[in-house]
């Protein structure tokens, strides 16, 4: 006998709402940029055209306003904590953001 698994048709239509699949803030520091891309970005396997990153937000506007649209625009949020991180408040502010 096989079991299917059922059809999870609302899921997939609320994941194509979002512009990307992951917003992910980091420090910006040698060590933390290694392990997003090295490790983090490399494991989960997604187009980096699903990925936006606190580094890669569009320049010009104000960060506060891209980190919110960050957070709003992505299926998942995913903070890298640091003792970098702690000391980056762009980095601190997404986390703060993500909480709210």
Same mark, same amino acid.
């Given at each position: 006998?096989?079991?299917?698994?059922?059809?999870?048709?609302?899921?997939?239509?609320?994941?194509?709402? #979002?512009a990307?699949? +992951? =917003? +992910?803030?980091?420090?910006?520091?040698?060590?933390? &940029?290694? #392990?997003?891309? /090295?490790?983090? %970005?490399?494991? %989960?396997?997604?187009?980096?055209?699903?990925?936006? *990153?606190?580094?890669?937000?569009e %320049? /010009?506007? #104000?960060?506060?306003?891209e980190?919110? *649209? /960050?957070?709003?625009?992505?299926r +998942?949020? +995913?903070?890298?904590?640091?003792?970098?991180?702690?000391?980056?408040?762009?980095?601190? =502010? /997404? &986390?703060? %953001?993500?909480? #709210?």
């Amino acid at each position: 006998m096989t079991i299917q698994a059922p059809d999870n048709h609302a899921s997939r239509s609320a994941a194509s709402h #979002f512009a990307y699949d +992951v =917003f +992910v803030v980091h420090a910006d520091a040698a060590m933390d &940029e290694a #392990f997003v891309n /090295g490790y983090l %970005l490399a494991n %989960l396997g997604l187009a980096p055209e699903r990925v936006l *990153r606190l580094q890669t937000l569009e %320049l /010009g506007l #104000f960060i506060t306003k891209e980190i919110e *649209r /960050g957070v709003r625009s992505s299926r +998942v949020t +995913v903070v890298v904590l640091s003792a970098a991180h702690m000391d980056d408040h762009w980095a601190a =502010f /997404g &986390e703060q %953001l993500v909480a #709210f």
